[in-house]
C-alpha cells in the first residue's frame, strides 16, 4: 500500500530556533495536510494543501505542496514552548465517496525554554 | 460544538476482557474511522465506515469488531482483550471524499493487563 515517509522522526530545539520536517511518497497525491497532536490529545488540522507548488501559512507555520505532487514541507519559524507535539503529514486521493487519509509516522517536537 | 467525542478516556482491561469503545459525532459526518496509536508506528487505520450502513477493513483489523450504529456513531469492540492491543484509540469523522481531512476525538487509552 501507499506509505508516507516522515523526517526527522525527532527533534530537539531551543526556543526561538526554527524547524523544518518534510515528507515524500513513492506516489503521487491530490491533498497534504499537516497535523499537530498536543501531548494526551488528538491531532489537529493545521494546514491543508490543494495544488503542487502551494505554498501556505499559518502564523508562524508554512507548509508547500511539492511540484512533483510526491511530497511536502512544513516550516515553524521561531518556535515557542507550546509548539511541543508530534506533527503528521497525511496525503489524500479523493475520488466518489472514498477519502482515506495516507499518514506519516510523525516528527516529534521537544522545545527547550 | 462538541465535535467527535470519544468515551471512555482511559480503561484497564484484565486479558480476554472484552469491552466497547464509544465515539459520536455531531458534525453530520458520512464518514468515520477508529486508529490506533502505538509509539514510533504512527496512526494505523483499524476500521472504517463510509457511510451508514457500511464498515471496511484498514491496516490491523484483527481482533476488533466495529457497529456503525447510526450516522452519528461508531462503536469499536474488542471481544477478547490481549496486551499487544494495549494502545491509544483515536476516532475521527469526515464529510464524504475527506478533501478537508479528519475531525479526530481526543482518544482512549487503553491497557490491557
Known amino acids: 500500500g501507499q506509505q508516507l515517509n516522515q523526517s526527522p522522526q525527532s527533534m530537539f530545539i531551543q526556543e526561538g530556533e526554527d524547524v523544518s520536517m518534510n515528507c515524500t511518497s513513492s506516489?503521487?497525491?491530490?491533498?497534504w495536510l499537516w497535523y499537530k497532536q498536543d501531548p494526551g490529545e488528538g491531532p489537529v488540522l493545521l494546514i491543508a494543501?490543494?495544488?503542487?507548488?502551494e505554498l501556505t501559512s499559518n502564523g508562524r507555520l508554512t507548509a508547500q505542496f511539492g511540484i512533483t505532487r510526491k511530497d511536502s514541507f512544513l516550516n515553524i519559524s521561531a518556535s515557542i514552548p507550546s509548539d511541543v507535539g508530534i506533527y503528521f503529514c497525511?496525503?489524500?486521493?479523493?475520488?466518489?465517496?472514498?477519502?482515506?487519509?495516507?499518514f506519516g509516522k510523525g516528527t516529534k517536537l521537544s522545545v527547550k525554554p | 460544538n462538541a465535535g467527535v467525542t470519544q468515551t471512555p478516556k482511559f480503561q484497564v482491561l484484565k486479558t480476554g476482557q472484552s469491552m466497547t469503545l464509544q465515539c459520536a459525532q455531531d458534525?453530520?459526518?458520512?464518514?468515520m474511522y477508529w486508529y490506533r496509536q502505538d509509539p514510533g508506528m504512527g496512526l494505523r487505520l483499524i476500521y472504517y465506515?463510509?457511510?451508514?450502513?457500511?464498515?471496511d477493513k484498514g491496516e490491523v483489523p484483527n481482533g476488533y469488531n466495529v457497529s456503525r450504529l447510526n450516522k452519528r456513531e461508531f462503536s469499536l469492540r474488542l471481544e477478547s482483550a490481549a496486551p499487544s492491543q494495549t494502545s491509544v484509540y483515536f476516532c475521527?469523522?469526515?464529510?464524504?471524499?475527506?478533501?478537508?481531512?479528519?475531525?479526530f476525538g481526543s482518544g482512549t487509552r487503553l491497557t490491557v493487563v
Open positions: 465506515s463510509a457511510s451508514e450502513g457500511t464498515t
Open positions: 506516489s503521487i497525491f491530490n491533498t
Open positions: 458534525m453530520n459526518h458520512n464518514s
Open positions: 497525511a496525503g489524500l486521493n479523493y475520488g466518489g465517496s472514498q477519502g482515506n487519509l495516507i
Open positions: 494543501l490543494y495544488k503542487a507548488g
Open positions: 475521527a469523522s469526515s464529510p464524504p471524499g475527506a478533501v478537508y481531512g479528519y475531525t
